[in-house]
């Protein structure tokens, strides 16, 4: 597996419900009636995450019945998570980037999508300039942007740099044991 294969697989973690499903599935197959609850997010939130995680090719899925179950993808991403100690690396992101959206004030037009799409509670309205602000910066998850994606105005960006979220995950990569000559 090469360096970019390998680092979109920890881009995909970025996202702590991602993350969450991930941690799950490493357990085994479970139906999305087994990993809504296990994340605590609704089960809208929980298929957009699982439709990513397959694209990615992290996850497969089969249908049974009216159920859909999930499992890793294959062996190999599964050897790659398997030896992650997930609690570790989510502590090294928090401690090592500083990771919050920025509100360009000049483009919001205060539409409030992004507080829509985040569950964390890191957005609020300015109710008297009618426009979004951010309350909760330090709840943002490092590498999440979600709502920078979304934002019709284009007017969300952040604190920190892709090469530096980067830089982080590839030393964490270094951490890891017997990773097949991937450096």
Same mark, same amino acid.
């Given at each position: 597996? +090469? +360096?970019?294969?390998?680092? +979109?697989?920890?881009?995909?973690?970025?996202?702590e419900t991602r993350l969450k499903i991930v #941690?799950?599935?490493l357990k085994g197959e479970k139906c999305v009636c087994d990993i809504v609850p296990f994340t605590k997010r609704t089960q809208s939130t929980v298929s957009i995450q699982l439709a990513k995680l397959e694209k990615l090719g992290i996850v497969k899925s089969r249908r049974e019945g009216k159920n859909i179950y999930y499992r890793i993808a294959n062996k190999e991403v599964k050897k790659i998570f398997s030896m992650i100690d997930f609690?570790?690396?989510?502590? /090294?992101?928090? #401690?090592? !980037? /500083?990771?919050?959206? !920025? !509100?360009?004030d000049k483009k919001c037009n205060g539409c409030g999508l992004c507080i829509s799409l985040c569950s964390r509670g890191v957005f609020d309205i300015d109710e008297k300039r009618k426009k979004a602000f951010v309350k909760n910066p330090n709840s943002c998850i490092t590498g999440c942007t979600l709502c920078g994606i979304y934002c019709p105005q284009n007017a969300i960006k952040f604190s920190d740099t892709s090469k530096n979220l980067k830089k982080v995950i590839y030393e964490n990569l270094h951490d890891l044991h017997d990773f097949n000559g991937v450096t």
């Open positions: 597996m +090469n +360096n970019s294969k390998v680092l +979109n697989l920890f881009k995909a973690l970025s996202d #941690k799950l599935l609690s570790r690396f989510e502590q /090294s992101l928090k #401690k090592e !980037i /500083s990771w919050y959206p !920025i !509100i360009d």
